[in-house]
Every structure is written in structure tokens, then in C-alpha cells.
């Protein structure tokens, strides 16, 4: 049976290309030996240059360096970490509190979207959806519910994305404004309302022997009278 098929594939060869079948085979042989030849010329030093276009990508993008905690600084001090410097790593602030966001530095970095954002606390821009400059701050007042849920909500997601590596030291007008209501309390009051009573009292106990000596006097008069 094998040999019937091997003969029938010989005379379809014969017939169909008008080579034998040890020349036909040869050419193929001959076809397979060159297209390999070529793609290793040709083809291997493309691959190796899309292989090298990677490499030198990668050298440019530095590696992510590990978060470093900054303890308490200034806004002031925060500008400096808004991705310009490829030294120092990149950091966003949400109330008040400090995040490394280096690794989405697409979204937060020089030319994303979100780089306005970049080493400022943005929690009243991120509660609003804003992104004008007025609204580069912390400040939260006069925001509604739905705004701060929305800021809840950013506030979330950085707590489980990113780490936190410090957070901002409050002006330090802010210490001296809760000191100055203090006084207001009114415990502070009280020693004032108590000190007017005492100078009554004292004044009482004092009038008690002038009017004892009134008296007696009243009564040595009255004796020398009678005498």
C-alpha cells in the first residue's frame, strides 16, 4: 500500500512540475536552505535591534527607588517633590496627609493629567473635580457632603495604593488662634465673679467691732450720767 502511494506521488510530481521526484526534492531542499539563510542575515539583526530598542528604554526610566519618610514638612517644602527633580521622589498630599505616588508618575508626573496636583495637597481640587489654581489647597471649608465624600473616596484609594510618607506641618499662626479662645471658657470667669464677694465679707467682719464700741461707749456715757 505504501509503495502504490509513494509510487503515485512520483508520477504526480513528474506530471505536475515536469521535474523527477530527485530533482523536485532537491529544489526544495534548495528553497528551505535559503529562505534560511536569508532570515538569518536579514531577519536576526532586525529582531536584534527591536531586542536593543527595549534595553535602551529601560536605561532611561530609572528604577523606583523605596519610600522614604519625611516626618512633618512645610507646603513650601512639598513643591520640591512635584516630579521635576528625577532625584527625589514624586509626592501629593490629601488632607494633610503625605503619599509617595512615584509609581503612576504617567498620571502624576510632568505631562500627565494629574500633574498639577504633584507636591501640593490638592483635597480641595480632588473634592470639587477642579483643576484651577484656586483650588490648589487643603482648605476645606464651604464644601458640601458630596464633595467630601468624593475626597473620602480619593482619600480611600490613596490609603490602599500608595504609602504614606509624612504629612504637613500646620502654619504656625494655627496653635496661637485655639490659645487665644482659651480664655473665653468659663472657668476662666470664675475667679472674677468669686473675688467681688470676699471684699463684702471682709467688709463685714471689719464693721462688727466699731459697732461693738459704739456701744460701749453708749453705756460708759449713760453710767457717768446717772453717777
Known amino acids: 500500500m505504501a509503495v502504490e502511494l509513494l509510487e503515485t506521488l512520483k508520477e504526480a510530481i513528474t506530471a505536475y512540475t515536469g521535474l523527477s521526484p530527485n530533482a523536485f526534492f532537491t529544489v526544495v531542499a ?15 539583526s532586525s529582531d536584534h535591534h527591536q531586542q536593543h530598542r527595549p ?71 480632588l473634592a470639587k473635580m477642579s483643576f484651577e489654581e484656586k ?40 496653635p496661637e488662634t485655639s490659645n487665644a479662645d482659651e480664655p473665653v471658657e468659663p472657668t476662666a470667669a470664675e475667679p472674677s465673679e468669686s473675688n467681688p464677694a470676699e471684699p463684702s465679707l471682709a467688709t463685714a467682719h471689719v464693721s462688727e467691732p466699731t459697732e461693738a464700741k459704739e456701744e460701749k461707749e453708749e453705756t460708759l456715757t449713760t453710767t457717768s450720767e446717772d453717777e
Open 135 to 174: 483650588d490648589l489647597n487643603g482648605d476645606l471649608t464651604g464644601l458640601g457632603a458630596f464633595e467630601l465624600d468624593a475626597l473620602q473616596d480619593w482619600e480611600y484609594k490613596f490609603m490602599s495604593k500608595y504609602v504614606k510618607v509624612g504629612s504637613i506641618k500646620k502654619p504656625e499662626g494655627a
Open 55 to 125: 534595553r535602551s528604554f529601560q536605561e532611561d526610566v530609572q528604577p523606583l527607588l523605596p519610600p522614604v519618610q519625611l516626618g512633618e514638612i512645610s507646603e513650601e517644602d512639598l513643591k520640591a517633590y512635584d516630579g521635576n527633580d528625577p532625584q527625589k521622589p514624586l509626592l501629593m498630599a490629601i488632607k494633610g496627609q503625605i503619599y509617595d505616588v512615584s509609581q503612576s508618575r504617567m498620571f502624576y508626573g510632568p505631562g500627565g493629567p494629574y500633574a498639577l496636583f504633584a507636591g501640593k495637597d490638592a483635597s480641595r481640587a
Open 30 to 44: 534548495a528553497g528551505i536552505a535559503v529562505y534560511y539563510v536569508f532570515s538569518v542575515l536579514f531577519g536576526g
